[in-house]
């Protein structure tokens, strides 16, 4: 989803550039990856991934070592920052600034490239980067307090964000929040029955639709037990969790254990351009998190008029409010149990979800990062 969301924001603002360079990290992974159900789509088409351009802008793909251990991922900011000096020495790339998306790896590299070069350097947090990284040991919570220490300004998903920058001693003066933003000509409404039809689910139950990578942070276990709550009360109702990652299997028996094979369905990893009728197939979003910075599914969720059920955590409880969803606390699958069944039943103003969520729209979100490109090249 982050690589949607960075090349959504090039987009938008590329006729604002002479040329734009894009260096993309990512794992190497054998063809065969394609193969591997846990993988998620984006990553499974990131073993074909090809260097390509469209109008001014050229994308650089960086290969590294997959982060399957924390050691390896230490290596990961060094690695990335000598293969894009490679590119940039190569292409003979001449830039006026650098804009990192996440303090690491990329915010890592970016420093290095910045001091190499005397050019400015903006970083965007937008969450496990400044909630979780640094505080899993001495190690990490040095290199990103070097990364925000070398960033001329950072860009921060929400006020949770905000609070942890501070804490590490950046200045008001060095930092902004812009929340992240959704594609408005994509996510928008589509009649419910029309997208149960393509998706080829259940025109007459009740639908809760969760979206996200099947990891422990994302909190789909606690999902899984609030369903078997919910359903034995409401047997009509059905969740599908759309996604892939490393816990599809334990999910699964999870799923067996307590005997909700017909009520609770894994879906997978599903390309973007779906993930739309997903949600307005929805008659509720999901959303059971233990950690996130600003995720962009809650407001691709809103922008279909989609009343959210979410963990209160990250910048969550700053845009959720009563009238859009409902806030409940993380691995309270109890809590969870209780608030899907009230999203459920409660009258919703749909209009208002969607006019609420344009407030975090591309329009309102670029002209604040083109402000800060501008103040720190002049």
């Given at each position: ?67 399957i ?76 307090s ?46 419910k029955k029309?997208?149960?039809e ?8 009740k ?25 034995e ?6 969740i ?133 490109y ?5």
């Amino acid at each position: 989803m982050a690589s949607n969301f960075v090349l959504e924001q090039i987009k938008r603002m590329k006729n604002r550039f002479d040329k734009i360079y894009v260096l993309a990290s990512i794992p190497y992974l054998p063809k065969v990856a394609k193969f591997i159900p846990f993988l998620s789509y984006a990553n499974r088409q990131d073993a074909f991934a090809k260097n390509y351009s469209f109008d001014n802008v050229e994308v650089f793909f960086i290969r590294h070592i997959p982060p399957i251990s924390d050691t390896l991922r230490l290596r990961i900011g060094w690695e990335i920052a000598k293969k894009a000096l490679k590119i940039i020495k190569k292409k003979k790339i001449e830039f006026d600034l650098i804009h990192a998306h996440f303090a690491y790896p990329s915010g890592f590299a970016g420093a290095i490239i910045k001091r190499l070069f005397r050019k400015p350097l903006i970083t965007s947090a937008y969450g496990y980067d400044l909630h979780d990284l640094p505080f899993r040991n001495y190690k990490w919570k040095k290199i990103i307090s070097w990364v925000l220490r070398n960033s001329d300004h950072i860009i921060v998903a929400g006020e949770a964000l905000l609070e942890i920058a501070k804490n590490f001693g950046v200045e008001n003066s060095r930092i902004s929040v812009i929340y992240n933003s959704y594609n408005e000509k994509i996510f928008k409404p589509i009649p419910k029955k029309h997208a149960r039809e393509i998706l080829g689910l259940p025109k007459d139950k009740k639908i809760i639709i969760a979206i996200g990578r099947l990891v422990p942070v994302k909190g789909h276990r606690y999902l899984i037990q609030a369903a078997k709550i919910l359903t034995e009360k409401n047997p009509d109702i059905k969740i599908y969790i759309v996604g892939g990652g490393k816990l599809i299997y334990a999910l699964s028996m999870l799923i067996s254990k307590l005997n909700l094979q017909n009520k609770v369905f894994l879906v997978g990893s599903r390309p973007h351009t779906e993930i739309p009728l997903w949600i307005n197939a929805a008659d509720l979003i999901a959303l059971p998190s233990l950690n996130e910075g600003c995720p962009v599914v809650i407001l691709e969720s809103m922008a279909c008029g989609k009343p959210v059920v979410c963990s209160a955590v990250g910048c969550l409880p700053y845009i959720i409010n009563d009238k859009v969803g409902i806030l409940v606390e993380s691995k309270n699958y109890i809590q969870l149990a209780n608030a899907l069944e009230e999203g459920l039943n409660r009258s919703w103003d749909y209009n208002y979800i969607r006019e609420y969520s344009r407030r975090f729209s591309w329009k309102h979100s670029i002209s604040r990062i083109l402000d800060i490109y501008r103040s720190i090249t002049h």
